[in-house]
């Protein structure tokens, strides 16, 4: 099983509100990703957990706030975003440390529009 | 640093025919691996193959090669027996194989539509 899982599949907010996207893994992987799409773009790294621990962050915003609450559940917390983040936010997975088994794994993804 | 270019932003392909995907990179690394990702409109990614770089077999999936020319730091796709399904934008990454984050470089992207 390749499965990651988003919620919700589509979200609409406006820049005073708060939210919150989910992924969720069950393939025993403890590495997790966020990723921002735009369209016909490839997909620009932001976060990445390893171990449940902040690894990675690409300069992203504190707009955004991500959560690894357990080794299977990642969250993206958004509050005050701007129109220029509507995208398609992408999760993945994978094992971390060396070797191919560090293939990421993605989810469908959340299409975020920011009025 | 690692780049990853594909210089074909948009390819054709008649189904049932042939068609090569090109991927370059560049990198002075000696251990890394190479993937090719599917996007279809659902936007879903899919990985569709991978190539670690000390293998010198080219990986295969089905219909699905690559020619991987590790001198040439290429990397292409080839998909045969083109179906109306693999309509889709097909992205090229790296990664490095001495990352602890598996952070992947991906290229910016080939658009292939398949002709009826």
């Known amino acids: 099983d390749t499965e990651v899982t988003q919620t919700p599949k589509h979200l609409v907010m406006g820049m005073t509100n708060k939210k919150s996207l989910k992924c969720e893994q069950h393939?025993?992987?403890?590495?997790m990703y966020w990723y921002k799409q735009k369209a016909k773009k490839p997909p620009e790294l932001m976060f990445v957990?390893?171990?449940?621990?902040?690894?990675i962050n690409e300069s992203v915003p504190s707009r955004f706030s991500p959560e690894c609450p357990n080794s299977s559940l990642l969250n993206l917390h958004l509050h005050a975003l701007q129109p220029e983040d509507s995208a398609l936010y992408l999760c993945?997975?994978?094992?971390?440390?060396?070797?191919?088994?560090?293939?990421?794994?993605f989810g469908p993804g959340t299409r975020l529009l920011v009025l | 640093a690692q780049t990853v270019t594909q210089s074909q932003p948009e390819m054709s392909v008649q189904e049932a025919e042939t068609v090569t995907l090109s991927c370059t990179y560049d990198t002075s690394e000696s251990d890394y691996y190479l993937f090719w990702y599917k996007q279809p409109p659902s936007r879903q990614m899919i990985l569709v193959i991978r190539?670690?770089?000390?293998?010198?077999q080219n990986a295969t999936e089905n219909r699905f090669s690559v020619n991987f020319q590790k001198a040439a730091k290429s990397f292409s796709l080839k998909i045969s027996d083109s179906q109306l399904g693999d309509a889709a934008m097909y992205f090229c990454?790296?990664?490095?194989?001495?990352?602890?984050?598996?952070?992947?470089?991906f290229g910016q992207g080939t658009t292939l539509q398949v002709k009826p």
């Open positions: 393939m025993g992987h403890r590495a």
């Open positions: 957990y390893s171990y449940e621990k902040l690894s």
């Open positions: 993945a997975s994978s094992h971390p440390g060396q070797g191919k088994s560090k293939t990421q794994y």
């Open positions: 190539q670690e770089a000390y293998k010198q």
């Open positions: 990454a790296y990664r490095s194989g001495s990352s602890n984050t598996g952070k992947l470089i």
